[in-house]
């Protein structure tokens, strides 16, 4: 079965300032999609960027990009530029290409000092 | 376009008694999901509908928990003799089909059910 840890439950960034999350997934599929959401506590789930395992450019998304290492199963998320409306729960997802549903890792609460 | 959404936003109800959680999709999007929040927890995949069938419902917890979807559009999540560890949000996605595997899922804001 598909995991993904992510194994720090807290973070926190000075507003302006550049932080990555940490991803790590566990799969033996070579076709599969990748995906961060951000959840504020308004509860609603938002996507925040997307990846295509088969792709090697990363995506990015204005301050959102990711450093995706295919090899290490790794799929970090950095956020430029960090703003106060950044501060939320950061979930990353995983989903192949024979398996409909999401996997998710367990999050990380992200704050943003002023 | 008007987003997923979910009734109630909050439900309190006694151990015990059976409770239903309504979801209405995106128009368009054939693709539903169920997935449950529990407090620190990440989303546990629940059960998806294609149309009106729902070809995983691997991740239901126990015969107490089914769902089903009427005319490829509303789903329902019904949870019968509720115990305390069904206390948890409850979130509906939908997207517009399940064979792009790259589009995103849209997710309602949830139900937050409290057993007491």
């Known amino acids: 079965a598909q995991t993904v840890t992510q194994s720090q439950p807290e973070m926190s960034v000075q507003e302006a300032e550049t932080v990555t999350l940490s991803c790590t997934y566990d799969?033996?599929?070579?076709?599969?999609?990748l995906f961060w959401y951000k959840q504020p506590p308004s509860r609603q789930m938002i996507l925040v960027i997307r990846?295509?395992?088969?792709?090697?450019q990363n995506a990015t998304e204005n301050r959102f990009s990711v450093n995706f290492q295919k090899a290490a199963k790794s799929f970090s998320l950095k956020i430029s530029d960090s703003q106060l409306g950044d501060a939320a729960m950061y979930f990353c997802?995983?989903?192949?290409?024979?398996?409909?549903?999401?996997?998710f890792g367990k999050g990380i609460t992200l704050s943003v000092r002023p | 376009g008007a987003g997923v959404s979910q009734s109630p936003s909050n439900k309190v109800t006694e151990k015990g008694k059976d409770v239903e959680l309504r979801c209405d999709p995106i128009?368009?999007?054939?693709?539903l999901y169920w997935y449950r929040q529990s407090l620190g927890q990440g989303l546990e995949f629940l059960i998806y509908?294609?149309?009106?069938?729902?070809?995983?419902k691997s991740g239901l917890p126990s015969d107490r928990f089914s769902a089903e979807r009427t005319g490829g559009s509303v789903s329902t999540l019904t949870i019968q003799r509720t115990q305390q560890e069904d206390s948890a949000v409850y979130l509906c996605?939908?997207?517009?089909?399940?064979?792009?595997?790259?589009?995103?899922?849209?997710f309602g804001n949830g139900t937050r059910l409290t057993v007491t």
């Open positions: 799969t033996s599929e070579s076709d599969y999609y």
């Open positions: 997802a995983y989903r192949n290409g024979a398996n409909s549903k999401l996997t």
């Open positions: 128009s368009g999007h054939t693709a």
């Open positions: 990846q295509e395992a088969y792709k090697q």
């Open positions: 509908f294609q149309g009106n069938s729902a070809p995983d």
């Open positions: 996605a939908s997207s517009i089909r399940s064979s792009l595997y790259n589009s995103p899922l849209h």
